[in-house]
């Protein structure tokens, strides 16, 4: 067993663990299941009412020994209590929003929340009477509080925005939401481990562990972590309710990849940095959206409360580019794919600029065309010179 004073990465290689009782063999086993047989009518009584109690064997949706490893394990990463594993990163945002809100009720989204996150809102919670104001990523305490209703349930946080990396200041903003009642839910799937979301004031935690957790590309799932009792069945009971669920083959996945999460992290985080630090050197660029470079606007906020980061970030390039140079530059690249989720073991380019939604703020803003970069496990000097070649195709 790992304990509180380990570092991380010792940490992901022994949390969950089965120990002796896997037959002696290092991984847990699958468990797959639906019905849970009970010894008699009485103990099923007892049982079924143990519902979303810790590890309790009720029914398959309620999850089983894979998935209860997973949950305990995630739970650790992001220094929570409890963990709800659902099918898809997606599910993991859907879920709380589900949970915390009602008809009548206000929702705060920053402007740069992942893109099907602002469809949900817009969609089905608007639908439902539920009303969403997008605000800028940025925005202090003070112009929060000006947004804040009295039926402002939730302040959605996001921290690096999606594509355009923006850092929120979560503590100042959490404190804004909690003299009011509102919940602070944060989608945590760019910062892992490097941010810790319950050390800054956020309520729920959500992560898709589709990203680096998986880490190669080959799983969907998502992680919704909370550190109260009462949050846990506010959140528990909404994910019950609609029947959601993991397959436990894909949970055996995710505990797999996270074994090896700590050293991809951190080859990766290097290896990021080094290519962002390529592209600033560039006259082609006009600047890098990396949260970790001092020239990103929010740089202090990075210091203060990550620990690291992970390898994706945006390059914006100069204005006399235009999107099809920049698209020409993609499409040649040889080591680069052309696909949105990252945190796997492989490159990836995607363009920013013509794709994502702003209404409180201003994508245009960036200042020229935008490629968003995510670095995987391949040769630093081979993936620069692969993105050196691409820059001739620029002009
Ligand atoms: C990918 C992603 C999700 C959704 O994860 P899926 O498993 O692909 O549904 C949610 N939030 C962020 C920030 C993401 O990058």
Not at 17 to 22: E, K, L, V, Y
Not at 147 to 164: A, C, D, Q
Not at 345 to 358: D, H, I
Request: one cysteine or more; a negative charge.
């Amino acid at each position: 067993m790992s304990d509180e004073h380990h570092s991380f990465a010792t940490r992901v290689t022994h949390v969950s663990r089965p120990g002796i009782r896997s037959h002696g063999f290092v991984n847990g086993g699958v468990h797959r299941g639906s019905t849970v047989l009970y010894p008699s009518s009485e103990a099923r009584q007892t049982l079924g009412a143990a519902g979303l109690d810790k590890h309790a064997l009720t029914y398959g949706t309620s999850g089983g020994p894979t998935h209860f490893a997973l949950e305990d394990a995630i739970a650790e990463v992001e220094g929570g209590t409890r963990c709800l594993i659902v099918g898809t990163g997606l599910a993991a945002c859907a879920v709380p929003l589900m949970a915390y809100l009602k008809a009548g009720d206000h929702c705060l989204v920053p402007d740069s929340a992942y893109g099907p996150t602002r469809r949900l809102c817009d969609g089905l919670l608007a639908g439902w009477g539920i009303e969403t104001t997008y605000y800028d990523p940025t925005i202090d305490a003070e112009g929060l509080r000006s947004l804040m209703r009295p039926n402002t349930r939730v302040l959605y946080t996001e921290s690096p925005g999606s594509h355009t990396f923006e850092l929120q200041d979560i503590p100042a903003l959490a404190a804004v939401a909690h003299a009011q009642g509102a919940k602070v839910l944060m989608d945590n799937t760019w910062g892992i481990h490097h941010f810790q979301p319950f050390k800054h004031g956020v309520d729920v935690s959500i992560q898709a562990l589709t990203k680096y957790v998986g880490g190669h590309s080959d799983v969907l799932l998502g992680s919704v972590v909370v550190n109260t009792e009462e949050d846990w069945t506010t959140v528990a009971s909404a994910g019950r309710f609609m029947g959601h669920y993991a397959s436990p083959d894909d949970c055996w996945l995710a505990l797999r990849g996270l074994r090896t999460m700590a050293v991809r992290l951190k080859h990766q985080e290097a290896a990021g940095l080094e290519v962002a630090r390529w592209f600033e050197s560039r006259p082609e660029v006009l600047r890098v959206l990396h949260p970790a470079l001092p020239s990103h606007p929010q740089h202090a906020l990075f210091k203060r409360d990550f620990t690291g980061a992970c390898s994706l970030f945006g390059v914006v390039f100069q204005p006399r580019y235009t999107r099809a140079q920049a698209d020409a530059l993609v499409d040649g690249l040889k080591l680069f794919g052309i696909g949105a989720s990252w945190g796997g073991f492989e490159s990836l380019a995607l363009a920013t600029t013509g794709f994502v939604t702003r209404t409180a703020t201003s994508a245009e803003a960036l200042g020229g065309p935008a490629v968003r970069f995510h670095i995987g496990l391949e040769d630093t000097a081979d993936l620069i010179a692969d993105l050196e070649a691409g820059m001739a195709r620029l002009a």
